[in-house]
């Protein structure tokens, strides 16, 4: 397992799978280590991951300061990598949660960025949060699921801030209820730092009028890759934020939920990589 040194002297592990050109991966959660992410459906057969454990996550250290959990202080880790990697630029993709981080990236370093994909990104870095009202529009979009009727009332009771979160939720999370996704939720507690993920969004990680500016003069290309079940953000929400960026292309995988390659891995690898390689999308696209 590789591993660089933050700026702080924060040891910090990352993962790589496949070969090729490298992509550097930022997960989610937030602060849920990058074994979630896999092989992101087969994308390593197309290019070399760089899977980075944020700190405290995965196998990497637990900081000294805990306030260096905040997305905008780990900025440092993310540019601490590329010049562990000595690429004098890399290609970003960012899932969730780390599509903030992959943002505030782009923001202050837009020279050592090539390529940028944003996949289901929550875009509080922007100032858009999803809705509560985003989300049950999107969990209403399962009616016709076996299991909706009996977890869609606590799932709103929840998104209204009157229950606690149920288990049962993680169907809504996924565009495909199957084993393949009972199997990755199940895996879920063992990976998230919990500490870290209340110190992530804290008073003072974004600044959306400095980062919109800062973003609004970047030359790399952008895809913004939604999911058509997804609640966090929804594609009418992902596509405001693509808006951002002046060379930005923006995507809507069908049927697929928060964790798009595991509903269709084929349809995720070929229009990232579509997207990676500069080539003209081959595949039809619910846009």
């Known amino acids: 397992m590789p591993t660089f040194t933050a700026p702080d002297g924060t040891e910090l592990a990352y993962h790589v799978r496949g ?5 550097v991966v930022l997960p989610g959660g937030p602060m ?4 979630y992410l896999g092989d ?7 290019r070399r991951l760089v899977l980075l454990d944020l700190r405290g996550t995965g196998e990497s250290a637990v900081p000294a300061d805990p306030a260096t ?20 630029h890399m290609d970003v993709l960012g899932h969730s949660a780390g599509g903030s981080l992959a943002m505030l990236y782009a923001a202050r370093y837009p020279a050592r960025l090539g390529r940028l994909v944003l996949v289901t990104a929550t875009p ?35 998104v209204a801030g009157k229950g606690d979160f149920d288990p049962a939720f993680a169907s809504f999370f996924y565009g495909r209820w199957d084993e393949t996704a ?6 879920a507690d063992e990976q998230f730092n919990d500490e870290a993920a209340d110190m992530y969004g804290s008073e003072g990680a974004y600044d959306p009028p400095a980062t919109r500016t800062a973003l609004a003069r970047l030359d790399s290309p952008v895809l913004v890759l939604a999911s058509e079940l997804d ?9 405001r934020s693509a808006e951002v960026f002046p060379n930005a292309e923006f995507a809507v995988q069908p049927g697929a939920g928060h964790y798009p390659w595991l509903d269709d891995p084929e349809w995720f690898v070929r229009r990232a990589v579509a997207f990676l390689d500069g080539d003209e999308v081959s595949l039809p696209l619910a846009e």
């Open 40 to 46: 992101l459906g087969g994308l390593a057969g197309h």
């Open 124 to 158: 509080w870095a922007l100032g858009m949060p999803a809705t509560g009202e985003d989300r049950l529009a999107a969990a209403r979009l399962r009616a016709g699921e076996p299991w909706f009727e009996e977890a869609f009332p606590a799932f709103e009771a929840w």
């Open 231 to 239: 609640g966090g953000p929804r594609p009418e929400l992902a596509r």
């Open 32 to 35: 849920r280590a990058s074994g």
């Open 182 to 187: 009972k199997d990755h939720d199940a895996r």
């Open 69 to 88: 959990y905040r997305c905008d202080r780990l900025v440092g880790d993310v540019e601490a990598l590329r010049a562990h990697l000595g690429l004098a």
């Open 19 to 23: 070969e090729g050109a490298p992509l």
